[in-house]
Structures are given as C-alpha cells and as structure tokens.
C-alpha cells in the first residue's frame, strides 16, 4: 500500500446538484471546484471526510461517511468496544 | 465567564472588550501548555463587543477560551454580537465533528438568547469549520436565520467583512510549521511522565542502552515527528514513522557493534537487532497516533493504516522486547 489516504468514502452525484455551492464554501481542502456553472467533484483525494459538504448540501447529491481520522480515537474506541468514534 | 465583561449597551447582554489582557495570554499559554483545558469555559449566550445596534453583524463561537478570545480579538474595529455556543469547551471544529457545535445548538442558542428581537436582519456568520456540525439550510427552516460561512481563521473576518466573501486561501486549512510547533510544548509535557517510565522498564530488560533507545523512539516520535513529518518520504505516517525509527536505530545498533567487545559476534548482533525491532515499532506507533492533531487525515486513511501497519508494529515491538528479555535473562545465568 503506496498511499492509504487515495481511496475514502466521499460521492457525488452530479445529477441530484443545484449548483447552490455551498460544498465549495464549507469544504476546508478544496475537494469540489466551481466550474463553467457548475460544481465539480475534483479533487477527491484531498478528502478528509469532516461530512461539513454532506450536512450542507441541501439535495443530497454529497454523501460520506464522515467521522475522526485519528488512530488514537479508533484505537480506545475498538478496545473499548464501542461504536461512534470520538476524539474527546 | 469571560474575564473582559463590562457594561451592558443593553438589557442582559454583556459588553466585551476585543482587548486581550496579560492574564488571557497566560490562560492561553497554560492552555498550549495542555493545563486548564477543562476550566474556564465561557459562558454561552449572546456578547456585544464595540457598540453594536439592531443592524450589526452577529458571529457564533465556541466556550472555548482560545476559540473564543481569537474571534473577539479579530473584532477590534467591529460593532456586533458574539452568539456563543455550549460546546461544553471545546474548539468549534473538533465540537462541530462532534455535533455540539451545530444545527440543534445553534438553534437553540437563536431562541435562548430572542436574538430576533437584538437584531432585525436574519444573517448569522458561522465559522467556517463549524460547518460539519451545522446544516445551514436546517438552520434557516428552524429559525428563519441565514447561516453565511465566514473565513477559516477568525484573523481574516475584517478583510471577509469588507467584501462580504472569503477568498479561497481564508477557505483552506493549512498545517504549517507554525501550527505544528504550537504543538511541540504540550507533546513535550505529556510525554515526559511516560518517556520516564518506559525507559525505566527498558533499562530492566536490556540496560543503559535499550533505555535510550525508548528514549529517543518515544522523542522522536511524539515531539520530533510531528515537526519533521513533511519532510520524511511515503505517504502514510505509519512507513514515515518507520523510516525515521529506522534512522534512528542506527547509531545504537553501532554501539552495541563496537561498545561490548567482551561479548560473542552472535550476542552482539542480537542487541544490535532489538533496537532495529523496538525503536522503529514505537516510532512508527506514534508517529500513527498524531494523525488526530493533523488536520487533514481521512477516517478511511487511517483505518487503512491501523489494519495495514498495526500488527507489523505490534509483531517488532514483541518481539524486540522478548529477544530482551531472553538476552538478559543469559546474561545473568552467563550463557
């Protein structure tokens, strides 16, 4: 395994988009790209899943399965035997 | 209770100043420190700062001290309302993956405070990292309020403030050097109490020199990496976090070499081993860990790591530490 951060959960359907861009504002690393009018899905690989795109898109055309990218957190969270990771 | 309240320019709203004081900077430095984190929370409710009116901006932030300290102080020159949220202390964005910096709360805290009867528009500028907890168009439905996401960093809300927009760099998280370095006290302070003792429990299974070497696994991996981290080839922490244990080792491994020539090649070569199996294993370890202060790690990233690279740390860290235990334990019958 190269790069374990290439591959993630986020989606896009374009079809489902009413071009509100309210993805492009709340995404912190630039995922999705205002272009020609519409929105679009470029940068997928810089996702880190924080799901603000999803809780914003007011169509659902955004979906993720968001949660805390920490090993700290997953780690307690498996030992412990519980199920909603959480940093705190 | 925040430490700037004065006046009230009207009923039950408190007036705050944008000024921060010498005893702010020293909660704050306690708090990059890592003590207090827990104290002090500001109160939730609604802030004046300067002499706002019915038409000025309103801005929500977190009962965090630092989270809220940054927002008034980029207010200097600002009349408006600061709308704080019960994210029972803690920063907007780790509170916003959580939820309590959200939608409910936001709406709650619109309602707890009849913000609609302090101000007659209905625009709400939200920190832009609150967005994974706060859906804006649930919270215009529920309170008729719109929620217009401000810049990243609250330094840039006069510049947002002049054009009503952020530009696309006040839109991305960075992780610089800077903000990696803030991390370096508090890293530095946690570990000292565990650096202690698990170089105290490697003395007792290989000497002077297995306790260095946790010594300098646990340093590098929790106060040097996450400094040195972008500058290490691969991709993934974990193989960063190899590399650079691996490096490390290598001095020790030269020690064991050329320091104990009253022992056998063979014995020599198996201590040599233990620090190539121990000291990249803890490394790597943490080096795994500080995926949560970053600010850009992926959940499936890391899963991927944790299932990929745990067990082959877990399988050198055991084994370095049974060849230790096994090498001392010969020492003393004098194999």
């Known amino acids: 395994m190269l790069n374990a951060y290439t591959v993630n959960t986020l989606r896009f359907n374009p079809e489902l988009c009413n071009n509100c861009v309210m993805c492009t504002t709340v995404c912190p690393h630039a995922v999705f790209l205002r272009m020609n009018g519409a ?4 940068y997928p690989e810089r996702c880190m899943e924080c799901g603000a795109c999803q809780v914003n898109c007011p169509t659902g055309a955004i979906s993720v399965d968001s949660g805390v ?20 | 209770m925040p430490s700037q309240t004065t006046d009230t320019p009207a009923p039950n709203i408190p007036t705050i100043s944008a000024h921060i004081t010498l005893a702010n900077r ?14 002090s929370h500001i109160e939730p409710g609604l802030y004046a700062i300067g002499d706002p009116g019915p038409k000025s901006p309103v801005f929500a932030s977190a009962n965090y001290s630092l989270s809220f300290d940054a927002l008034r102080s980029a207010l200097k020159r600002v009349d408006g309302y600061i709308l704080v949220l ?84 006040m839109r991305r998280v960075r992780f610089t050097l800077k903000d990696r370095l803030v991390l370096f006290p508090v890293e530095v302070i946690h570990m000292l109490i565990p650096t202690a003792v698990i170089a ?19 340093t590098l991996g929790a106060v040097l990496f996450p400094i040195l981290f972008p500058w290490i080839p691969t991709a993934n922490f974990s193989t960063k976090g190899f590399i650079l244990g691996g490096l490390a080792a290598v001095p020790f491994i030269v020690i064991r070499f050329t320091g104990g020539t009253d022992t056998e090649l063979w014995q020599r070569s198996i201590w040599g081993l233990t620090h190539l199996l121990l000291i990249p294993s803890i490394t790597a370890f943490l080096a795994l860990n500080f995926t949560g202060s970053t600010t850009f790690t992926s959940r499936s990233g890391v899963r991927k790591e944790i299932f990929t690279f745990f067990p082959v740390m877990a399988w050198m860290f055991g084994s370095g530490v049974v060849i230790s235990i096994v090498m001392t334990i010969m020492r003393f019958i004098r194999v």
């Open chain 2, 86 to 169: 019960d994210t029972k202390g803690i920063n907007v964005w780790c509170a916003a993956g959580k939820g309590t910096f959200g939608t409910d709360e936001l709406v709650q805290r619109i309602e707890a405070t009849s913000l609609a009867d302090v101000v007659v528009h209905r625009k709400l500028i939200v920190p832009q990292l609150g967005a994974p907890g706060t859906a804006a168009h649930e919270v215009k439905k529920r309170s008729g309020f719109i929620v217009q996401y401000g810049p990243v960093r609250a330094r840039d809300l006069p510049a947002y403030l002049k054009t009503g927009e952020a530009t696309d760099e």
């Open chain 2, 26 to 39: 020293w909660d704050h430095l306690k708090k990059r420190l890592g003590f207090g984190r827990n104290k």
């Open chain 1, 69 to 88: 990218g920490c090993a700290t957190a997953m780690m307690i969270t498996a030992l412990k035997g519980q199920k909603e990771v959480s940093c705190g």
């Open chain 1, 39 to 42: 929105v679009r899905l470029e």
């Open chain 2, 200 to 218: 105290l429990l490697f003395y007792l299974i290989g000497g002077l020199p297995a306790a260095l070497g946790a010594a300098v696994a646990i």
